[in-house]
């Protein structure tokens, strides 16, 4: 059974970094391009990172370049969001979904950026 | 890259039929074939309706399907039933590998 699951999320001070992990399962995970989206409370959903199948290309949302980095361990068949230099404005569910259409989410995690 | 626009709200009694709609550029929606459609209820993740602007993934009930003209694309839900409501996001691929979505219509089965 295919599953998305992400872990990581919590509440952290602006300027402080943050790691987010999805664990993946039931799929062959090095098949496949990973994004991270995002969605701020009551807000809608915002693309914000996209990593090739092999991780060689990674591509950002202007609101993060620079201050986020996506990548992936196809040995422990878990996509990651390293997150710097937090802004109030990234408050937000992290979600992770699998391939160009997006086709298999997790569940999400709140990442709360607060002092 | 700015949202794609969706209208705030749409509604329907159960067995009729509502469209939303989802407006774009050239360079987003009008460009490419790579639209899709989301729904989402609330709490939950987002689940993949329409792919590639027509196409719907398995186990998707044929009352959704999608369209696009132009720098628009649309999702129409057929013979609405109480648990289609939901918000509705729509994506398009937007170049140079970036995505944008639009801002989410919440329908209403009335």
């Known amino acids: 059974q295919l599953q998305l699951v992400e872990s990581g999320g919590g509440v952290v001070q602006p300027g402080r970094s943050l790691r987010l992990s999805c664990a993946a399962s039931g799929f062959t995970f090095s098949n496949y391009d990973m994004h991270w989206v995002r969605q701020a409370p009551g807000k809608g959903l915002e693309w914000v990172a996209l990593i090739s199948y092999d991780g060689t290309n990674k591509y950002y949302a202007d609101s993060v370049k620079g201050r986020f980095t996506i990548s992936r361990d196809g040995s422990k068949n878990t996509l990651y969001l390293q997150m710097n230099n937090l802004r109030a404005e990234d408050t937000a569910v992290y979600y992770c979904?699998?391939?160009?259409?997006?086709?298999?989410w997790g569940q999400g995690t709140l990442v709360t950026v607060s002092s | 890259q700015s949202a794609l626009t969706q209208p705030p709200s749409a509604s329907g009694s159960p067995g009729q039929s509502v469209t939303i709609s989802c407006t774009g550029t050239?360079?987003?929606?009008?460009?490419?074939?790579?639209v899709s459609w989301y729904q989402q209820h609330p709490g939950k993740a987002p689940k993949l309706m329409i792919y590639e602007v027509s196409k719907r993934p398995s186990g998707v009930p044929d009352r959704f399907s999608g369209s696009k003209s132009g720098n628009t694309a649309s999702l129409t839900v057929s013979g609405l039933q109480a648990e289609d409501e939901a918000d509705y996001y729509c994506?398009?691929?937007?170049?140079?590998?970036?995505?944008?979505f639009g801002t989410g219509t919440k329908v209403t089965v009335l």
């Open positions: 050239s360079s987003d929606v009008g460009g490419y074939k790579y």
């Open positions: 994506n398009s691929y937007a170049g140079s590998n970036n995505y944008v």
């Open positions: 979904a699998r391939s160009t259409q997006f086709d298999y």
